[in-house]
């Protein structure tokens, strides 16, 4: 990337700088898109909210898939737990 100059929001001072999102000012040290990265965050967190209020959307439509879920998770563990006590007793 080519270099150019920014000025640097918390300073108010001219830096160089490489067009990287996390670069900090060489002056006081404090990042120079700083609100960019706040933006990204919010909608960062704001997507996993919609997928969160999705899946108990889904959830609350389709109680069966929610409680074939749980006898397949509690299957799975019994499985294994029987696996391990197998193993325990061969190995005696």
């Known amino acids: 990337m ?5 000025k640097c ?3 108010a001072e001219w830096v160089k700088w490489e067009g990287e999102l996390y670069e900090r000012c060489i002056k006081c040290n404090n990042l120079l898109e700083q609100e960019k990265i706040d933006k990204i965050k919010a ?3 704001l997507k996993k909210a919609k997928e969160e209020m999705e899946r108990a959307r889904i959830a609350r439509q389709n109680p069966f898939l929610r409680k074939v879920e749980d006898y397949a998770t509690s299957i799975f563990i019994g499985l294994i737990m029987l696996i391990i006590s197998v193993v325990v007793l061969a190995a005696g």
Do not use: F, Q, T, V
Not at 2 to 6: C, G, N
């Open 2 to 6: 080519s270099k150019r100059e920014i």
């Open 9 to 11: 929001p918390h300073c």
């Open 43 to 45: 909608l960062d967190a």
